[in-house]
């Protein structure tokens, strides 16, 4: 498989991105622009997507600022979706990408969103993987899914956040038991989805989302419900059957969006692109086939 990487600069600082199969592209399929979540979280754990180059497409990746490979976001004051809005920009603009598909999974599809509002040329569809509209309606469904652990484990959790406490060995076992239900069900964790996880920026994790289950950040009042009717191309929103991000937070999305359509992957939390990766990429790649396919014959 043939992998570049290198830079883009965005007002100053680099941002690093590797990119899977051909390039330049070849032939006419736009490249799959990759939004990872977080914030924070280094792209590695969605390299399951790598084997879509096997049809001929191309995967492009990148480290949103302030972590994995690229430049520190030092000013907390750039902490925002704008920001992060200006970087998509920049790398379609640095790489030459006229035509993308989009993809962003959790942050990385609220990203989407926010880009895909500003309307933004070129973007051939929108795949919206694990992600939502609404954080204060996500915030109520994740409490929901809380009040399903044990009494304990929610005693540990909110004692150590009360104190500050939440890298102590006890917060981090009890935190567990919330991400093997819903977050990722396999067991041990992929090496690359470990990996990413592990590199997490914590503090601009915390800035913008806070805990999973307790989002007091700047993201907590995040909410584009009513503008979802603005978007006027093709979309496919994706969750897994336990996913945190449940039927009751998709709805609004999926109804939102005219002629959106909603895949469910039967065997997976919120990381389906890494628990039942062939299966996703087969889903995947149909969708964008038909819409390239409609593209040229409308």
Do not use: K
Not at 27 to 44: E, K, M, Q, S
Not at 209 to 218: K, V
Not at 267 to 294: I, K, M, N, Q, W
């Amino acid at each position: 498989m043939e992998i570049s990487e290198g830079t883009v600069s965005v007002r100053g600082r680099r941002t690093w991105y590797r990119i899977a199969g051909p390039w330049p592209a070849e032939g006419t399929r736009p490249p799959l622009l990759v939004l990872h979540g977080g914030p924070g979280v280094p792209h590695g754990y969605l390299t399951d997507l790598d084997d879509m180059t096997s049809s001929g497409r191309t995967v492009v990746y990148y480290d949103q600022a302030g972590c994995g490979r690229s430049d520190p976001l030092d000013d907390p004051a750039e902490w925002t979706p704008d920001t992060f809005v200006e970087e998509v920009g920049a790398v379609r603009e640095g790489l030459g990408l006229d035509r993308v598909h989009l993809f962003g999974h959790s942050w990385g599809g609220m990203l989407a969103l926010e880009y895909a509002l500003r309307r933004p040329p070129g973007l051939a569809s929108l795949v919206l993987a694990g992600t939502c509209a609404s954080v204060p309606l996500l915030a109520s469904e994740v409490r929901r899914l809380m009040d399903r652990l044990p009494a304990g484990v929610r005693e540990t959790l909110a004692r150590h956040e009360a104190a500050g406490t939440t890298d102590s060995a006890e917060y981090q076992e009890a935190a567990a038991s919330f991400f093997t239900l819903w977050m990722c069900r396999l067991s041990p964790l992929p090496e690359h989805v470990a990996r990413a996880s592990a590199a997490v920026n914590a503090e601009l994790y915390g800035a913008m989302l806070g805990a999973e289950w307790n989002i007091t950040g700047t993201l907590a009042d995040w909410d584009v419900t009513e503008r979802l009717g603005e978007l006027d191309r093709p979309v496919l929103v994706t969750t897994g059957r336990y996913d945190e991000i449940t039927p009751a937070v998709v709805r609004p999305l999926v109804e939102g969006i005219r002629g959106a359509q909603w895949m469910v992957f039967e065997e997976s939390a919120h990381l389906s692109t890494a628990e039942e990766p062939e299966r996703y990429r087969a889903g995947l790649e149909s969708f964008l086939s038909r819409v390239e396919s409609d593209a040229q014959h409308p």
